[in-house]
């Protein structure tokens, strides 16, 4: 089968692009290098174990050029829809960019897959749709409430995804992911998730920066769970009968920790005792976050299957092997 991956030379998406490799499915990722990286397709192709490989073909292109994606989207079963500016920082700075790209790019993308004839498209949407409601769980039910432009695009999107399903047939699913974390992920950028800032700074020997008291609490998703259930969204293994068209899910395990146990957390795994450094917390950040998964579990048959401690130390050890290259060193600066 042929799969479009979006964004796929970012971090969620080279490992999704991975496991359609391992499967022996033809991929195409397009992507315009704007936060991905060619080396995250490299990594991805090196982490194919399969004795028989898909066969992948790299566009840079960004998703607002129509024609290229109408070329890239030509006799695909699914698109993965992982290209956006994810970060929610980065979206109070550059706000006109954020909602540009993520929810007209989502809109055309949509348009073509509607002219090209791909039946089915999975998008990383995002938990920050809950905003700081204090109820946990966070569940799909429950009223809406972001607090930044990216989280805003992200409510767009879904809407989009469900206008499209009720009126053209599109079979379309919205995954919140609830911050996936694993190898690949970016810790030089500034706008980079915690895990892997932590990590780096913390082989390095130097204390990890936390915005706030570092009470704050996240449902931690190791990126192995994330790619399971994109896989399951798309049917790739099992073409079981579609339920979940226009529908939006949690992606996460269920379970939280704050900032501060991930540091004890991480100095268990280094066998360190670095205190971490707190600064004032930052615009749009929510309290605390928890997935309810059983919408998931009804409708795609999802299931966790690496935890959190299992994850960071998977995570640990891939950073641990980059520790001589230029990436640690940047950070370490």
Not at 273 to 292: F, H, N, Q
Request: aromatic share 8%.
């Amino acid at each position: 089968m042929r799969y479009v991956v979006t964004g796929g030379a970012g971090f969620i998406g080279s490992h999704i692009t991975a496991a359609l490799l391992e499967r022996g499915h033809e991929v195409v990722v397009v992507d315009n290098l704007f936060s991905g990286k060619r080396e995250n397709l490299r990594g991805a192709q090196s982490d194919v174990r399969s004795e028989d490989p898909g066969e992948l073909t790299f566009v840079q292109a960004d998703i607002l050029d129509r024609k290229a994606m109408t070329a890239a989207l030509q006799g695909a079963a699914a698109v993965f829809h992982e290209a956006a500016i994810a970060s929610v920082p980065r979206s109070f700075a550059q706000p006109t960019a954020t909602l540009r790209a993520n929810i007209e790019g989502t809109a055309q993308l949509l348009e073509v897959c509607r002219s090209t004839g791909v039946q089915r498209v999975v998008m990383a949407s995002s938990s920050s749709l809950y905003g700081d409601t204090p109820t946990l769980p966070k569940h799909e039910d429950m009223t809406l409430a972001p607090l930044s432009p990216y989280a805003l695009s992200k409510l767009v999107d879904e809407q989009l995804l469900r206008m499209w399903a009720r009126e053209y047939g599109l079979e379309t699913v919205a995954l919140r992911y609830f911050n996936i974390f694993g190898p690949r992920q970016d810790p030089a950028s500034e706008y980079a998730a915690v895990i892997p800032k932590f990590i780096t700074r913390m082989l390095a020997g130097q204390a990890p920066t936390i915005f706030g008291d570092g009470l704050q609490s996240r449902d931690f998703t190791f990126i192995d769970n994330a790619v399971a259930a994109n896989l399951l969204a798309a049917g790739v293994d099992d073409e079981q009968e579609f339920r979940a068209g226009g529908q939006a899910m949690n992606i996460g395990v269920g379970e939280r920790y704050t900032l501060l146990d991930v540091v004890e957390a991480l100095n268990t795994i280094l066998g360190t005792t670095i205190e971490p450094e707190l600064a004032p917390a930052r615009m749009g950040d929510v309290r605390d976050s928890l997935a309810s998964i059983a919408r998931a579990r009804e409708l795609i048959g999802y299931e966790p299957r690496v935890t959190f401690h299992q994850g960071l130390e998977r995570t640990v050890a891939w950073f641990s092997a980059q520790a001589g290259s230029s990436l640690l060193a940047a950070v370490a600066i």
